[in-house]
């Protein structure tokens, strides 16, 4: 295993997805928070949470605003105690020791960089308060600035820098330090949607390279899915789904989460059948039949909501050849191009009219220009929706 100029042994995140560490009964997990709990007089902020984190995992805590996840981020880093419960990093319980004495940083919101000092000066900056030799100093300096290609940049104040520029000196002054654990608070909030997408890549490039374990909070669903090895989804002060971005997107466990990570169409049905290779569900709101893939302990008559992703739906101005399941028929209301996809809602028929139906949200990738400007599905063409089976996910609540 090849090591990095500065102390740090290379690692790719790559590897750690594919090891799935969290799948291993007897993996350590390198960070650990049980029962943890954290109160501000009356308000219940975080309530008594789970987690194990693994070692080189880029982690992700995702919510909207108030659920939480930054007052967990913040008793992380010492920053705040736990009313209740433990955490542990590295085998240690935390709750007593100081933020200075922790093997974490952090990187705040706002990247807090010093305008009257250099880059350099930033970066080297905490290395220089813990009394770190000049020629170690200017050593692992110089390191840190080639790994975020900023080396031309030394002698320049943060005014002089573009957002993404400021953004990689708040990184590099935050993982100078050799952290063990770095906390990141939002870190591309601040930036446009272009540079925001180019920084998430910079942002993985440099943490495979350095195998540091990031803890990421952020509310950008999109930025959580690219960034991360796993998800913690959080809502009033707790965890409501913990996964991979695949786990979390295609197989959602309720329908807040469903709801929270991308877009989804949901019918409301009730249970026909339930096989061991398939399940029924007839829904009033579309008078369809649905199929399935078997879901455990579903049973006749049991209410639910079919999930179907945009994305998973075929959409034809021609009728089937057969009437079956997940066929449903409806009139184009709205149309909405991206560029690289088009968005279509349509409107379903309901006893006999396009008029008062429910709203199907369909993707369709743009791979052909559009002769003339004119979409090959237009506004109130009559069309036929249909999915695969296992395209659906069923949930109870």
């Known amino acids: 295993m090849t090591i990095f100029g500065f102390g740090w042994e290379i690692m790719t995140n790559e590897t750690n997805y594919q090891d799935r560490q969290w799948l291993d009964p007897d993996a350590e997990p390198f960070i650990q928070l049980r029962g943890v709990t954290k109160q501000f007089g009356s308000f219940t902020a975080v309530k008594?949470?789970?987690?194990?984190?693994?070692?080189?995992?880029?982690?992700?805590?995702?919510?909207?605003?108030?659920?939480?996840?930054?007052?967990?981020?913040?008793?992380?880093?010492?920053?705040?105690?736990?009313?209740?419960?433990?955490?542990?990093?590295?085998?240690?319980?935390?709750?007593?020791?100081?933020?200075?004495?922790?093997?974490?940083?952090m990187m705040f919101q706002s990247y807090a960089l010093f305008p009257h000092m250099t880059v350099e000066s930033n970066v080297a900056y905490g290395l220089k308060r813990d009394g770190v030799k000049k020629s170690e100093i200017a050593e692992r300096v110089d390191a840190m600035l080639s790994m975020v290609e900023l080396s031309d940049f030394a002698k320049r104040k943060p005014h002089q820098l573009s957002g993404g520029q400021r953004q990689r000196v708040a990184l590099a002054r935050a993982l100078v330090k050799r952290p063990?654990?770095?906390?990141?608070?939002?870190?591309?909030?601040?930036?446009?949607?272009?540079?925001?997408?180019?920084?998430?890549?910079?942002?993985?490039?440099?943490?495979?390279?350095?195998?540091?374990?990031f803890i990421v909070v952020t509310h950008d669903q999109e930025e959580a899915m690219t960034l991360s090895t796993r998800i913690a989804v959080m809502d009033q002060g707790?965890?409501?789904?913990?996964?991979?971005?695949?786990?979390?997107?295609?197989?959602?466990?309720?329908?807040?989460?469903?709801?929270?990570?991308?877009?989804?169409?949901?019918?409301?049905?009730?249970?026909?059948?339930?096989?061991?290779?398939?399940?029924?569900?007839?829904?009033?709101?579309?008078?369809?039949?649905?199929?399935?893939?078997?879901?455990?302990?579903?049973?006749?008559?049991?209410?639910?909501?079919?999930?179907v992703r945009p994305e998973k739906i075929s959409m034809s101005t021609t009728a089937p050849q057969s009437v079956g399941t997940n066929q449903i028929k409806g009139t184009v209301h709205d149309i909405g191009y991206l560029g690289n996809m088009s968005i279509y809602r349509i409107q379903l028929d309901q006893n006999g009219s396009s008029e008062g139906?429910?709203?199907?949200?369909?993707?369709?990738?743009?791979?052909?220009?559009?002769?003339?400007?004119?979409?090959?599905?237009?506004?109130?063409?009559?069309v036929y929706l249909s999915w695969h089976p296992e395209s659906s996910v069923a949930l109870f609540r």
């Open 238 to 307: 707790q965890f409501m789904q913990i996964g991979t971005p695949t786990e979390i997107y295609e197989y959602p466990e309720t329908k807040l989460i469903a709801n929270f990570i991308g877009s989804v169409n949901m019918f409301e049905g009730r249970v026909v059948s339930n096989d061991d290779d398939h399940m029924l569900v007839d829904s009033v709101e579309t008078a369809c039949r649905f199929e399935l893939g078997a879901v455990a302990k579903a049973e006749k008559g049991a209410k639910l909501w079919v999930a």
């Open 48 to 105: 008594g949470v789970d987690l194990d984190i693994y070692k080189g995992e880029l982690f992700s805590l995702l919510g909207g605003s108030g659920c939480g996840k930054t007052t967990l981020l913040r008793m992380l880093a010492g920053f705040e105690t736990p009313t209740s419960g433990t955490i542990y990093i590295d085998g240690m319980a935390m709750n007593d020791v100081p933020p200075y004495e922790r093997p974490v940083n």
């Open 180 to 213: 063990k654990v770095l906390l990141l608070d939002e870190p591309l909030v601040a930036l446009d949607k272009r540079l925001r997408e180019q920084t998430q890549f910079e942002l993985m490039n440099i943490q495979d390279k350095l195998g540091v374990t």
């Open 357 to 382: 139906g429910s709203l199907v949200e369909v993707t369709v990738p743009n791979q052909v220009r559009p002769k003339d400007g004119k979409h090959a599905i237009d506004w109130d063409d009559e």
